[in-house]
């Protein structure tokens, strides 16, 4: 019986050369099947090729665009955190401006005495609140949302990731709307002190509420060891460390009650700024008023030296309430 058969001729373009190939059905099927296989492989084989250059594009789209992510919302933290040393820094100056102006004349002398009253300590040890204002077991839930990611990201693929849970996006969200909720409400504050302002400014004018002289304070209102003799005694006033010679301003309005010399201050400088409020510039090396003379905040009333019981040049500063040696740090705004 005979079998099928393929005849292939191979004809060549020169005289004489003719081949002939005769291959059976059965092979050609089984050549045809192995071509079809390796054409279907080197097929996918392209198309996971593509696909992953195409992957790999988009990859590299995602990171660019992770970087510039980073570094906006590292903007965006550096701003947030300015915002919230400023919000700080305008929550102090508040205070003072407060508790030197929205008070009566004796509660503000007494707490510029002594300082903001001190809270009482919760009998538990800490504070809690109240059972009708704490969240339901659903309201944590629900916050708890806003902090766990619903999904671990993939930073192969280029996802924005966040480490830290502190840097995260929520987190950061959560910080702009309460510093811009502390905003509106200290910008109401502000607005309400600002009222207060004019109503008192007589009595602002009267409060010395700047450092006398440009220095840095060498030493603060305490006990501290006495430099001539060793002992711990009570510092009535803040030393200020200046060039001799520096001007040294009235801190406020008042009425100058002691301009000469003293045996432990040097050339000492007095004024009443009234309200029972006095102060104290020690160690001058030259005085510019006299006894009997009203001044105005910012006039130079002295010159920084060495004056008297000195261990170098520096201004003694102090502040009297009732004649009380008071720490001055509480009265200074510009610190």
Known sequence: ???KSYTFFIVSNQEGKTRKIVVSVTKAKIIFLMLSIVVLVLTTGLIDYFGLLVQALENKKLKAENA?????????????????????????????LKLITNVDAQDRIAKLTMGNKPTVPSPYGEEYEPMDQRLTTQGMNDQDKIFAPS????????????????????????????????TQLKEQSVIELWEGLSERQS?????????????????GFGYRQNPFTGKNTMHAGLDIAASPGSPVY??????VIFAS??????????????????????HNSQIYVHVG???????????????????????HYEVRINSVPVDPINFILDE
């Open 68 to 96: 510039q992510l980073l570094k906006q919302f590292q903007v965006v933290e550096a701003k947030v955190n300015s915002l919230e040393n400023s919000l700080e820094r305008v929550k102090s100056f508040t205070a003072k």
């Open 1 to 3: 019986m005979n079998k």
């Open 261 to 282: 010399y003293d045996e432990s201050y040097g050339k000492l400088v007095s004024i009443d700024h009234g309200f029972g409020v006095t102060t104290r510039f020690g």
């Open 250 to 255: 009235a801190p406020a309005d008042g009425l």
């Open 203 to 219: 009595l602002l004018n009267s409060t010395p509420n700047i450092k006398p002289a440009r220095g840095w304070l060498t030493s």
């Open 151 to 182: 999904k671990v990201l993939n930073e192969q693929r280029g996802e924005l990731t966040s480490q830290n849970s502190d840097k995260d996006y929520a987190s950061l969200v959560v910080r702009i709307d309460k510093a811009v909720k502390e």
């Open 293 to 315: 003379q009203r001044i105005s905040k910012w006039d130079v009333i002295a010159a920084v030296g060495n004056t008297g019981r000195s261990t170098g040049p520096h201004l």
